[in-house]
């Protein structure tokens, strides 16, 4: 059965520190995996989009890393901001599934002051 | 563009009543999606439509809900009768491109409450 797992479930930081999210998936065949920020209240937003070819992927303060052959990602976040506070949600998708694609439920991260 | 719209954004029903959700895709894109969010179970794909046609609808719960594509810019889904399990915030998404490569562009929500 495909899964995503993430961890932690839930994290706090200082504002200015780094984090990073982790992402575990047992879909196959791999097509792409991507990760989401999504704000309360509000819709998912992609960050990242990767494929099994790259293994490294930044957009802005955003670093996203894929290990196809440990089936691992990370999601890095540099020199947070308030308003990086959010819901982080790794999505992976299978070749040949359609466009169904395999939720994570999400890396909460709440950044304090 | 305005982005994917979806309407309502709120709305609170008695169980056994009907509830229509409605979503207008980004214009161009070819897919469109319905997806239910709850903290238990995270984002899941209830149905979804290629060229207004229903490719997959494995994902919806029972024969109280449907979804239709009228067209390329216009899609509802229904729940009839609603119960209060079906409370959830749904989701509207659309892509355009390549099957399982393009970006998926998600609307705000619509938050149902069934009591």
């Known amino acids: 059965k495909n899964q995503v797992e993430q961890s932690p479930q839930s994290l706090i930081i200082l504002e200015g520190k780094n984090c990073t999210l982790q992402c575990n998936y047992t879909v196959s065949p791999f097509s792409n995996l991507r990760w989401y920020k999504q704000d309360t209240g509000r819709g998912p937003v992609s960050l990242t989009i990767m494929t099994f070819s790259e293994n490294t992927k930044s957009n802005g303060r955003y670093t996203a890393t894929l290990d196809a052959d440990t089936k691992q990602s990370s999601l890095h976040i540099t020199a947070s901001q308030l308003s990086d506070s959010a819901s982080y949600i790794c999505v992976v998708s299978a070749r040949g599934s359609g466009d169904k694609l395999t939720f994570g439920t999400g890396t909460r991260l709440a950044v304090r002051p | ?115």
Not at chain 2, 81 to 107: H, I, K, M
């Open chain 2, 1 to 115: 563009d305005a982005g994917v719209i979806q309407s309502p954004r709120h709305e609170v029903t008695e169980m056994g009543q009907e509830v229509t959700l409605r979503c207008k895709p980004i214009s161009g894109h070819n897919s469109l999606f319905w997806y239910r969010q709850t903290m238990m179970r995270g984002l899941e794909l209830l149905i979804y439509f290629n060229n207004n046609v229903p490719i997959d609808d494995s994902g919806m719960p029972e024969d109280r809900f449907s979804a239709k594509m009228p067209n390329a810019s216009f899609s509802t889904l229904k729940i009839q009768p609603s119960e209060p399990r079906d409370s959830a915030v749904y989701f509207c998404a659309s892509r355009w491109g390549q099957e399982n490569t393009g970006e998926l562009f998600f609307g705000e929500g619509s938050r149902l409450t069934v009591l």
